[in-house]
């Protein structure tokens, strides 16, 4: 099975008729879940994700003190894939985390000053990943969806000593728009938003998170490696893919 | 804290150019009982690395039939930063720079040669200012050159930055805290191959090839300094007894 599907790939060959550097079809949902301040459902083909956001009122960070908080998590639910086990986060849903995490601070993409309450309070903003199916590229579908819920994230009032998250008109600032290309090497072969199949034989992956003007974040994955003409290549088919990308969250987000 | 400035007249705080490495030294063998060890400090980094194996992969069902499995172990002292007292067992960050440093071995170890194996890498970072996880790996190249193990090449990693328009090579802790931009990347110097990159902040298309510029020329600086201290114990031996070797 796998050398058949690499035999594949290297003629050229991706199921479905797909390019080489064709995503598959992308459906994204905001407001799907009502007890969440913000949420999107994102599926790109047969992977699913689920981002709910939720506003806490929390301390700072000491060393910005005039600043909100983002805390990014991800579970790999074990009812998406048959791979998933149930248990603590692994290195895999860590990382996960973190890069969306990395891409979202790095391209400023909330206000976090916008953020702030009062001395020593500010809303600590909750990015909570969920896989819900799981069939590759995991990286582009959770900042899709994480940027989405951002976008229509209502922020809840801080009152009395009290939040209130009901009857709430004020979004949550946001202002840039990030999105990621993540790319798998397979053999000598790179494409674009593998699958759980070509995930599986895969040597190496490389996400990168731009926002149309700079690269904002980059994680390359597992033991294989690339050269450098291989990198030029994909980060150049990166930033050509934003507005595509841009386009959807705008659409899905009116 | 304010954002200091961090390049005045063309130079860094520490008084280097945005080209300039920090003086890197390494020593190998410094823990007796691994298979092979290197201490080494790069600026006011102190990291130690060790490696122990191949030894029977345990429990026994995580050995692969076809290869040797790597794993690595990345972890800062509690003492190790000027913050507080660091928490115990490894944080999130802790965890990705593990799996990301163990990636980047199991590209470089000949593991097809050791079948149902384990070969285990240890870093401890016990000073910490910035570039921490850069000089693990470059320490864990020497530690595993040191151990014998057969590798495909020995690979080096270095981070490269932004400050305002200006990419510098090889933050320390106060850059990497202000800078606009970091990157990490580790490559083997034999074919320039890329075995980790991470970027965070921001980098148009010329600068992120600026960086990996500068990463690849300090990489001619740093594999040099691993060769020396790999073959520092044989010269020495050399020198003591006198003998030649052809």
Partial sequence: MNDYLKELISSGLRSHDRGNFDYREIKIKSDVIKTAEGSADVSIGDTRVLVGIKLDVDEPMPDKPDEGNLITSAELLPLASPDFEPGPPNPESIELARVVDRALRSAEAIDMKSLFIEENKVWSVFVDIYVLNYDGNLFDASLLAAMTALMKTKK?????????????????????????????????????????????IMNARYTIANDGNNIRAIQKGLYGSFKEEEIDNMVEISFKKYNELKLLIENATK | MEKPQLIVNGLRLDGRKPDELRPIKIETDIIKNASGSAYMEWGNNKVIAAVYGPKEALPKH?????????????????????????????NRRAIEISKVTKEVFENIILVENFPRSEIDIFIEILQADGGTRAAGITAAAVALATSGIPMRDIPYAVSAGRVGDTVIIDLNKLEDNYSDADMPVAIAPRNNEILLMQMDGGLTREQFKKALEMIKNAGKVITKIQREAIKKPYEDLINKYGAKYE
Wanted: proline residues 7%; aromatic residues 6%.
């Fill in chain 2, 62 to 90: 995580t050995g692969d039939p076809e290869k040797a499995i790597v794993k690595c172990v990345y972890s800062m002292t509690p003492f190790s930063s000027l913050e507080e007292h660091g928490r115990s067992g490894p």
């Fill in chain 1, 156 to 200: 809840p009032i801080y009152k009395d000593n009290k939040v209130i998250r009901e009857n709430l008109n004020e979004y949550l600032k946001v202002n840039n728009i990030v999105v990621s290309t993540t790319f798998a090497k397979i053999g000598d072969i790179l494409i674009l938003d593998p699958t759980g199949e070509e995930e599986s």
